[in-house]
């Protein structure tokens, strides 16, 4: 197979990959290639290994193996090897962009089948990820490739989801959700004129910059757009409604595995004094409920700080 004739046959098999459900991938690195473990070591990255944690992450990083042809020089061997790699890489690539959650049950995928234009906007996406490292062991003849995309950035997942979808007709529909408002308390009654006691000096209330949710009872899934609802089915935190600047560069919130890594992530976006609330159940998959008590402790701290609007939120996950 001449050069040429390979280079078509390459883009013409990604194509197709990109096009349709991709199916699961190896992302097995041989055991023998260390150079590529201290590559991602000396990064501080890891492989990405699910949708839920691309997201958690703010990027995905996949690798690809690939064998070379059969005959032909060595340089041959080298470029067909890192081509097949490529082309297991860019399969494992989008089989995780495809999972990623949009919001509540809707994926990635759902929105491509929806919409030409996501589709095509995905697929250029994906064709455009950056390869960030390769290698060739010619003892065993074997290639490693690995691919790297950003969920968010101008460049990223979010970015191109939010363009032709969250902001378009469907992704409008998809997110259209009553907003939480404070029941109208009655009115008060003046009290009898009486002699009282004098009153000791009331404790300093907080005033909390930041919100932590622990759902780590719940199987909670990451997404795009997390949205806090009260048990009516009102959304108290919907992203959706932010600065698409903010979530482009920040995401719906931060996830982590401990109250104390929450603390430590909210910091990074300038919240020092954050409420801790306790989640009481799903509407969706990436949908939380909170108790009655704990959405008016959100609204009023959040009226006094405004952090929701600036999506200082960290989700607890199991």
């Given amino acids: 197979m001449h050069i040429g004739t390979a280079s078509i046959w390459f883009g013409g098999l990604l194509s197709l990959l990109l096009s349709v459900a991709p199916a699961m991938a190896d992302r097995i690195i041989s055991g023998d290639f260390d150079q590529n473990r201290n590559w991602l070591e000396k990064r501080n990255l890891a492989l990405t290994d699910s949708p839920a944690e691309a997201i958690a992450n703010g990027y995905i990083l996949v690798a690809g193996e690939g064998l070379p042809m059969e005959g032909g020089s060595p340089a041959r061997q080298r470029m067909t090897a890192i081509r097949a790699a490529e082309i297991v890489a ?17 994926t990635v995928r759902h929105c491509a089948l929806e919409s030409d234009v996501v589709k095509t906007a995905v697929n250029g ?3 455009g990820a950056r390869k960030v ?21 101008s460049d990223g997942v979010a970015e191109t989801l939010y363009s032709n979808y969250i902001n378009a007709a469907p992704g409008r529909a998809l997110l259209q959700t009553a907003a939480y408002y404070p029941p109208v308390a009655p ?58 600047k903010i979530l482009v560069e920040q995401g719906a919130g931060e996830y982590t595995n401990s109250i104390e890594k929450a603390r430590a992530a909210l910091e990074g976006r300038g919240a020092k004094a954050p409420l801790i609330v306790k989640a009481i159940g799903l509407k969706t998959m990436a949908d939380l409920h909170v108790g009655d008590e704990d959405v008016l402790r959100i609204y009023m701290a959040d009226q006094k700080s405004n952090f929701l609007a600036s999506a200082k939120v960290a989700f607890v996950l199991k």
């Fill in 133 to 153: 490292h390769e290698s060739w062991n010619p003892a065993e003849g074997s290639a490693v490739v690995f691919l790297q995309l950003g969920v968010r950035g």
């Fill in 187 to 244: 009115p008060i009654a003046p009290p009898v004129a009486q002699s009282a006691p004098v009153a000791s000096p009331a404790a300093p209330t907080v005033a909390h910059d930041g919100l932590i949710i622990d759902a780590r009872e719940l199987g909670f899934q990451p997404a795009l757009i997390n949205r806090i609802f009260t048990s009516k089915g009102e959304a108290l935190y919907d992203p959706s409604k932010i600065s698409q």
């Fill in 125 to 127: 996406l994906i064709k």
């Fill in 90 to 106: 860019y399969r494992r690539l989008a089989e995780i962009v495809n999972g990623v959650h949009v919001s509540g049950q809707t």
